[in-house]
């Protein structure tokens, strides 16, 4: 069967079955984390149908970020999309069961388990590289109102002179996590593409420092000297 055939049934199957009131989660995001994979896998030797399996289905478990389960909702969402394939999809074969499960539970940042496949590498690279760029920015912020956190401290954005803390403030999220995931790139193109779009990101820090100072028209030169090394 075609990679298109197998997308199509998944899509329709997961349209169904998938809550899709978690926007920042949904069928349109395992859509868009296979399309950056498929950049990903050009000129290697991975298994197409395993990647684009784990992209339809590393999220079908999705516990929120301040759950105290977190981290082990990939390894779920491992289990249960080996249940949903055997049910609902015999003619997948059976043989990629154990590849597809690894790059699902892989894929977790919270997780911290290391992908030992390409297939994993891809995965988990393209979904972090959903969390870069404007469509990372919207979704950070998607997430954290679902999760009533404020904005940003307004007296200290950077937490220059106070603890960072991102169960408060989604900025400080920017800090603990997002300018971070360059370096847990698995792929030479995902090292490229976090480091582009982290350069975006450094670019809307400062332009909100800027504003906060009264200035609306230019970017902060001080925070683009701070956050330099990520860039």
Known sequence: MELEQWERRFKEYLEQHFP???????VAH?????QTARKLMQGSQANALIVLTACYFHDIVNLPKNHPDRHLASTQAAK???????TQFAD???AAYPAVAHAIAAHSFSADIMPETIEAKIVQDADRL???GAI??????????????????AED????????????YTFDHFQTKLLTLAD????EMGRQMAAYNIDYLVTFISKLCAELKGEYCQLDSETLARFRGYR
Do not use: C
């Not at 899709?20 to 949904?26: F, L, M, P, R, V």
């Not at 847990?184 to 792929?187: A, E, I, K, S």
């Open 130 to 132: 959903e969390s870069l």
């Open 20 to 26: 899709q009131e978690d926007k920042a989660h949904d």
């Open 80 to 86: 249960e999309t080996l249940r949903i394939l055997a």
């Open 157 to 168: 954005p950077l937490a220059l002179h106070r603890p960072l803390d991102d169960t408060r």
């Open 92 to 94: 997948y074969p059976v």
């Open 184 to 187: 847990t790139m698995q792929t």
């Open 136 to 153: 990372g920015l919207a979704r950070v912020f998607h997430v954290s109102g679902q999760l009533g956190r404020g904005l940003f401290n």
């Open 30 to 34: 395992f859509s868009r984390v296979w």
